[in-house]
Structures are given as structure tokens and as C-alpha cells.
């Protein structure tokens, strides 16, 4: 057998199936996604929204989820992964050079020619391509070769039987085992690079990536936030704080750790004089600068932050050394101010309503670029919100604003033009106006008692969007669940209550829906990127101290309508509760609602104590062994059955004591302790009763004869004595 350590052939096989099993499922996936081809049903749609002109900047924003297409780091593997695929087959030998030997084909005769024939075309070809006829010319030469070979393998008679026999005149040449790498490997030119390379790949780059990894791990959590910055709003945030100290919450902002590096570079003493010049823009507008409070929050870096964010509210173009840095802490909104919420209400034992909302204004701040109290209207384009206060008194909602007549919209915008007035009334329509129903009960109860766990279902809807068939409907449900509601109190509630108040957690979760999900582009000209209509649901109530948090907290993405429920615990005493829903939106300001309802707690005398439980655990044990008695007695054992109670119970056991059986034996047996203790007193016990139990092997087994007997030979022996 013939060995090849390296094949460049195979090598290139081998390269070209594993590129092709990638690129394959890739391409068609990529097909797909260009025409529309097998979109996933829970793949989220966007609303976009168009356009709208007459803000100081463009509304048409980068979005993080949509890079440029031909530019993305995957398209650009993706091409060069092509490319080395077409390089790759286009190395491959060619058909020619893998067909199989044929020497008439050669010489250009046909199989199963005469000698003549053969001996006439070889001397014919080979005048024509003899090198002496054709110097320099390589071609020439290798078909001579061929030619030789070939009326070589067609007249030895040795040779042309190997050809014959095993398709190659050198006769059966065996199996040839190759390795599908490349061969420059085994080049001694090439052996120091070789293993350079192999020593990174295979030494240096796992230790690095592990490290990498490991740090990653060690400093982000589960929500991509790190650990660090977790710590910060965690130690600083406090039960008081509301959107009035909106410099508190730069400061706090611009303290989180994954702006370290990017407001290191920027922050004083360096670009001191771009720094001062910002400060003073804002001081001109008759606004104060202020920090966030002294020891941490006064470190140059988040000072340098805060400044920024400040800016940003109040609508100040900050230097374009700094633009850079204010778009990438922007661009962190969407995880950073979750964890600043899921903070908010981890306090051990109280869970306050107050800095929770003052966070959600925050961000809605952040998203349009306005400072705590500042005229909702500021939101429209053309800096219409002068003209509103003055000539539409009275009009600080989005509500009043758009029940105003259309006499009184054209007095406040009579010194617009048409398309200012179109463009106008194009971003009022982006500005959500929305209600809710919610609907709220004891899960198999028809009455509320003190520590019961409460539902509530909460439906948020828009104003115009949501059909009026969908209220009759939640109504009619709501009728039907409470017509079907049994009379009888359900033995198994207090457990299931028990069990939901062990699985409520107060952590921000997102509701799972299980219908497909639609997002809405929000109108935030001043937000470096696209940013999505995110709804915040909480239970409040308002009674307790600093407005507690009753429930946890949900974030939803809501089209039309969307769904929810909230969970919370009845205080142990009885009496009149009243408790808040609110609905925030966490990009619009404005756009907030609330709700409120009451509930009944009577006291609850039905409640199952630890003696209680205890008592129904002792009666179940009690019953358990009074059914196994009652078998026992219906079925009682049998001396046939080996005193089981029914023949498939026996051969059961039987097959168990077998398999049990054996285990011992192989463990005995491989350990030894069979030979040395087992073995020695099977043999002394069957030597002892050997002596009282019939030997049948007398009668069945002939005994062996250690030396034939040789009759003739003592026969002729005896003879021989004889005659002397």
C-alpha cells in the first residue's frame, strides 16, 4: 500500500465541501431576505414614520438595526468567503489531467486494433512530435512521452496484460491514502512559519479568548449593563428623588461605566477652552449649570458628561469634538435606563413609585431634547409653542390640544403657512393618544380577602386605532368569567395563590406575547438614531409612603393595543384600598395616563394556617396507608405465587433478583474476592456432601488411560521366555 503524507488536490476538495456547506444555507438565506422569501411569523415589523420637516435638524436619523447593507462586518466575510470558493474551484485540476489511462486513444486507433496498425500510427505520431522536429517546445516533447508509453503498453506483451487487467500498465499499484492538507507543510522553507502559526492559533489565541471572555462575563450582567455602573445607581439613587433634579440625573447618567473611555478622552483639562465656551452658551439662555453633587459625582469625566447631556436639554449644539462623544451616550438609552429602572424599586422591603416615574421622564426627556416642565409642544416642528400659550390659553395637554375647533386652530396658526400648517399637524398625529381598560380579580373567588393575590389585566390601546367591537368584546369576557366563576370556594386556590406569590419577583420583564409583535418609529428629531415606542405599565399605591410599587413593573411594545397582567398581594388588614395604574411612554412627554380603582378586602377567616396545613399533610398520610392496606386485603399473597400478589409481580422480582444476582457475581469476580473467599468454600461444601450423594459420572464418563497397552508385545514377550 502506497502512503502520501500531504495532497493538494484533496486539500483543495476538502476546503471547497466545507466552504460550500456554509455558504450554501447563508445564500438562500440571504436570497430569502432580499425578496421577502419565508419570513419568520415572530420576526417583529417596524412602523416607520415619514419625514417631517421644520425641526433645526433632520428627523431622518441613523438606525442601529439597519447598518448599511454592503458594508456590514458579515457581508464583507460573506463576500470574501465567495471568493475564495470561486478561487479555490477554479485551482481544481482539470478534467483531462483525472480521466483514466487509455493508450489507443493516444495513438488515435481503435480498441482491439492489430500490431500493424498500432506500429503504423505510433511511427506517424511520432515524426510529428519528435523534439528534434519540434526544439523547445514542451508540449511537443510531453506528447511524445505519451506516445512511447503508450505503443510501449500496446506491444510488450507484459504490460499490455497489466494494462488489460489493473487499467495501468505498471500493474496493481494498492490503495493511496492521503491527507487533505495542503503540502507546502512538509516544505522546509516553510517549517518555522508553520509553527509560528500553529503556536498562535493553537497556544496563544485560547488563553486570550477565554481571558477575554471571562472579563466580559465578570464585568457585564445578564442584561449587557455592567456590573459596575449597577453599583452606581443602585448606591446613589434615592427614594426623594423626582424630574426636578434633572442635573442629578446627567450626573448619574454620565457616570455609568461604559462611558469611561469615551469621556476620558474629551474631558478637562483637555479642550479646556471648548468646555468653558459650552458653559457659557448655556449660562447666555439664563440657565444654571449644576452637577450632581459633590466627592464622585465632581470627577472631571462625568462633570464632562453631565455638561454634555445638559446641552443636548437644552437644545444647544455642542462642538463637534464632543458630538461624538453625546451621540454614543445617547445611543445607550435602551439598556441603561432599564437598569436605572429595575433599581428604582429593588429597595430591600419597599419598592417607590416616586423616582421610578421621574427615571421614564427622564428618558422621555433624553429622547426629545427638553429640560423638566418645559411646554409639551415644544415636540412640534416650527417653534410653535409660544403661539399655543399665547392665543390658546388654557391648552397644556395633547387632549385639549386636539379637541380645539378648527376655528381656533387657524386663529393660533394664522402666521403659518399651509405646508407649516400640514407639517404640524403631521407630527401631532405620530403623538400617541391612548386608554385603558383593565379588569381585576381573585382566581377562583368571587370576593377579595386580606393576603389574597390579586390579577389585574390591563389593556392599552390607541385612541381611533382600537375598533369599538373590541370593547364589547372584553366586556362581554369579562361578563362571561364572572357568570362562570363556580360558587363553591376550590379546595386547591390557597396553594395556587401560595405558589404565584412564590414565583413574584419585582424585576422588569418584558411580556411574552405570543402574537407578532409590531414596533412604532418615534418622532425624535433631536435622538442620533431611530429609536421605538416603548410602554411602561405600573401599580402604585398611592396611600402608602412615597407612593409604593405594588407589582412589577412591564415593558411592552404596543401597535394598536396590547395586553398585560399585574400581580400584587392585599395588605393583611381589611378595609377600602385604592390603587393607581399608570401607563408611561417612555419616547413622547405628555402622553402618560393613569387610572384608578378600588378594591374590598374582607377579613379572611377561611385562611389556612401551619396547623391547618399540617393537619391535611397528616390526613393524606393517613389515607395513603389505608389504601395500601385495602389493596393488601383485596389482594392478598399466595403460596403459588412465591407469596406475591400476582404471577407478573413474581416473575418481576424474579428478573430483578437475577439481574441483582449477576452484579454481584461480575463484581466479585473482577475484584478477585470470588476466586479467593467464594470458590474455596463452594469446593469445601461440595467435597463434604459429596460422600452422601450418588457419583453418576462412574456411569456416564470413561475413565481416561494414562499408557496404552500393547497386547502383541507382551504377548510375544511371554513367548520368547518361554522357548528359552
Known amino acids: ?189 516553510n517549517e518555522f512559519p508553520v509553527l509560528v502559526v500553529y503556536f498562535i492559533l493553537m497556544i496563544i489565541l485560547p488563553p486570550i479568548g477565554v481571558a477575554m471572555w471571562w472579563k466580559n462575563a465578570k464585568e457585564m450582567g445578564p442584561e449587557g449593563v455592567m456590573h459596575k455602573t449597577v453599583q452606581i445607581y443602585y448606591y446613589f439613587i434615592d427614594k426623594n428623588w423626582s424630574i426636578n433634579y434633572v442635573h442629578k440625573f446627567t450626573a448619574l447618567y454620565a457616570a455609568s461605566a461604559e462611558f469611561n473611555t469615551v469621556l476620558e478622552k474629551i474631558c478637562p483639562p483637555r479642550h479646556i477652552g471648548d468646555w468653558a465656551h459650552l458653559k457659557k452658551k448655556i449660562e447666555a439662555m439664563g440657565k444654571k449649570v449644576e452637577f450632581g453633587g459633590k466627592n464622585f459625582m465632581n470627577h472631571p ?123 404640524i399637524e403631521a407630527a401631532v398625529k405620530e403623538i400617541p393618544q391612548v386608554d385603558m381598560r383593565w379588569d381585576y380579580g381573585v382566581e377562583d373567588e368571587k370576593e377579595i380577602f386580606t393576603e389574597d393575590l390579586v390579577t389585574v389585566d390591563v389593556t392599552l390601546f390607541r385612541k381611533g386605532c382600537c375598533p369599538p367591537e373590541f370593547l364589547e368584546d372584553s366586556k362581554e369576557e369579562v361578563a362571561k368569567a364572572e357568570a362562570d366563576k363556580d360558587e363553591d370556594e376550590d379546595e386547591d386556590a390557597s396553594d395556587k395563590e401560595e405558589e404565584a406569590l412564590d414565583s413574584l419577583d419585582f424585576v422588569g420583564v418584558q411580556d411574552k406575547v405570543k402574537e407578532k409583535k409590531k414596533k412604532r418609529q418615534t418622532l425624535a428629531p433631536y435622538f442620533p438614531i431611530v429609536k421605538h415606542e416603548v410602554w411602561y405599565i405600573i401599580l402604585v399605591w398611592p396611600k402608602s409612603d412615597h407612593n409604593k410599587l405594588v407589582a412589577d413593573l412591564k415593558r411592552v411594545v404596543m401597535d394598536d393595543s396590547v395586553k398585560t397582567t399585574l400581580r400584587f398581594q392585599v395588605p393583611e388588614k381589611k378595609g377600602k384600598y385604592t390603587y393607581e395604574i399608570h401607563a408611561y411612554c417612555d419616547s413622547y412627554i405628555g402622553c402618560d395616563i393613569s387610572r384608578q380603582f378600588q378594591i374590598v378586602a374582607k377579613e379572611n377567616k377561611k385562611r389556612k394556617t401551619e396547623d391547618d396545613y399540617q393537619k391535611e399533610k397528616e390526613d393524606r398520610e393517613r389515607e395513603e396507608e389505608e389504601e395500601v392496606k385495602r389493596m393488601e386485603e383485596e389482594h392478598p399473597a399466595v403460596w403459588y405465587y412465591c407469596y406475591y400478589s400476582s404471577f407478573c409481580e413474581m416473575v418481576l422480582n424474579g428478573i430483578i433478583f437475577a439481574l441483582l444476582c449477576v452484579f454481584i457475581f461480575n463484581f466479585l469476580h473482577s475484584r478477585g474476592y470470588w476466586q479467593d473467599y467464594v470458590q474455596p468454600v463452594i469446593e469445601i461444601s461440595y467435597n463434604l456432601t459429596s460422600k452422601y450423594v450418588y457419583d453418576l459420572d462412574r456411569i456416564f464418563i470413561i475413565p481416561e488411560v494414562e499408557e496404552e497397552f500393547d497386547f502383541g508385545s507382551d504377548i510375544g514377550g511371554e513367548s520368547g521366555e518361554a522357548e528359552m
Not at 28 to 51: N, W, Y
Not at 81 to 102: A, Q, R, V
Not at 365 to 372: E, T, V, Y
Not at 382 to 393: A, S, Y
Request: neutral net charge; charged residues 25%; hydrophobic residues 40%.
Open 301 to 423: 469625566r462625568i462633570q464632562a458628561g453631565s455638561l454634555l447631556l445638559q446641552a443636548h436639554l437644552r437644545r444647544i449644539q455642542v462642538p463637534p469634538v464632543f458630538q461624538k462623544a453625546l451621540d454614543t451616550m445617547l445611543k445607550q438609552t435602551d439598556k441603561l435606563i432599564p437598569a436605572m429602572l429595575n433599581t428604582t424599586w429593588r429597595y430591600p422591603g419597599k419598592h417607590f413609585a416616586k423616582p421610578c416615574f421621574a427615571v421614564i421622564e427622564f428618558n422621555q426627556m433624553l429622547i426629545q431634547a427638553m429640560w423638566a416642565h418645559d411646554p409639551i409642544f415644544m415636540q412640534l416642528p416650527h417653534k410653535c409653542e409660544d403661539d399655543i400659550k399665547k392665543k390658546g390659553r388654557k391648552v397644556v395637554t395633547w387632549e385639549k390640544f386636539l379637541s380645539l375647533t378648527e376655528e381656533k386652530k387657524k386663529k393660533i396658526f394664522k402666521d403659518y403657512t399651509e405646508d407649516q400648517q400640514a407639517e
Open 1 to 189: 500500500m502506497a502512503y502520501e503524507v500531504f495532497d493538494d488536490n484533496a486539500f483543495n476538495f476538502f476546503m471547497l465541501t466545507i466552504l460550500a456547506m456554509i455558504l450554501t444555507p447563508w445564500t438562500i438565506s440571504k436570497l430569502c431576505d432580499a425578496f421577502g422569501i419565508c419570513v419568520d411569523d415572530d420576526e417583529t415589523e417596524i412602523r416607520k414614520i415619514e419625514e417631517v420637516k421644520g425641526y433645526e435638524v433632520s428627523t431622518r436619523k441613523e438606525d442601529p438595526e439597519q447598518k448599511p447593507k454592503l458594508f456590514r462586518c458579515c457581508n464583507i466575510i460573506f463576500g470574501i468567503l465567495w471568493i475564495t470558493i470561486l478561487l479555490i474551484f477554479f485551482s481544481l485540476p482539470s478534467g483531462n489531467s483525472l480521466t483514466s489511462y487509455d493508450p489507443f486513444g493516444t495513438l488515435g486507433v481503435e480498441v482491439g486494433a492489430s500490431d500493424r496498425d498500432i506500429k503504423k500510427a505510433y511511427r506517424a505520431l511520432s515524426k510529428m512530435y519528435h523534439p528534434d522536429k519540434n526544439p523547445g517546445n514542451e508540449t511537443a516533447s510531453k506528447m511524445f512521452i505519451q506516445i512511447s508509453k503508450a505503443y510501449q503498453t500496446l506491444t510488450d506483451p507484459v504490460i499490455r496484460e497489466n494494462y488489460e487487467k489493473y487499467g495501468n500498465p505498471d500493474g496493481y499499484q494498492g490503495t493511496s491514502v492521503t491527507l487533505g492538507l495542503p503540502s507546502f507543510l512538509t516544505n522546509q522553507a
